[in-house]
T-cell receptor, first 113, second 115 residues
Framework: DQQVKQNSPSLSVQEGRISILNCDYTNSMFDYFLWYKKYPAEGPTFLISISSIKDKNEDGRFTVFLNKSAKHLSLHIVPSQPGDSAVYFCAAWNSGGYQKVTFGTGTKLQVIP | GAGVSQSPRYKVAKRGQDVALRCDPISGHVSLFWYQQALGQGPEFLTYFQNEAQLDKSGLPSDRFFAERPEGSVSTLKIQRTQQEDSAVYLC?????????????FGSGTRLTVV
């Protein structure tokens, strides 16, 4: 059972435009959410996170939005740059349980110059 | 070291062989995680250590999988009698505080191919 879902396996965006990556989760015990970025042949690197007590968190060009009632979060990248081309993983965590981060299947973002 | 180091980077094993994958965490990091990433999938949790104690091994898919961290530093993931479905990238992550998942540092992984 996939508790964290990323339904779009890939996304192409023009440089300078907004990239929107979506993620849904099913486990209501998750209270902390993360986005990781992964380049080929490298491990995932942390990008941005959000606690369930917030509905938005911003860090430079990256903003994560959380809609708890819909169990949905999204990552916005504005403006998109070619160096943003990578696989993005949504991940979720239950701070009250074991320290196990649950990942989605990833979305491959291509930013076209 | 500066990052999490995993070796070998690539491993090809014949079905039925035993393999051992090594993870060198960042010096001083007490928490260590192993994840398995199959092709086209996200990383899936295998096991978690705090120092030398294995606190969670709920993700290990079968008793052919065994992980250890005897001195609380280097960890080894061993897979006995490998099967084709074991083909995946095995990722190791370390952290100085498991309660802060944004602080996890991942290695580049070991790509295991079972033929």
């Amino acid at each position: 059972d996939q508790q964290v879902k990323q339904n779009s396996p890939s996304l192409s965006v023009q440089e300078g435009r907004i990239s929107i990556l979506n993620c849904d989760y099913t486990n209501s015990m998750f209270d902390y959410f993360l986005w990781y970025k992964k380049y080929p042949a490298e491990g995932p690197t942390f990008l941005i996170s959000i606690s369930s007590i917030k509905d938005k968190n911003e860090d430079g060009r990256f903003t994560v939005f959380l809609n708890k009632s819909a169990k949905h979060l999204s990552l916005h990248i504005v403006p998109s740059q070619p160096g943003d081309s990578a696989v993005y993983f949504c991940a979720a965590w239950n701070s009250g349980g074991y320290q196990k981060v649950t990942f989605g299947t990833g979305t491959k973002l291509q930013v076209i110059p | 070291g500066a990052g999490v180091s995993q070796s070998p980077r690539y491993k090809v094993a014949k079905r039925g062989q035993d393999v051992a994958l090594r993870c060198d965490p960042i010096s001083g990091h007490v928490s260590l995680f192993w994840y398995q990433q199959a092709l086209g999938q996200g990383p899936e949790f295998l096991t978690y250590f705090q120092n030398e104690a294995q606190l969670d091994k709920s993700g290990l898919p079968s008793d052919r999988f065994f992980a250890e961290r005897p001195e609380g530093s280097v960890s080894t993931l061993k897979i006995q009698r490998t099967q084709q479905e074991d083909s995946a990238v095995y990722l190791c992550a370390s952290s100085n505080d498991a309660r802060v998942p944004s602080g996890y540092t991942f290695g580049s992984g070991t790509r295991l191919t079972v033929v």
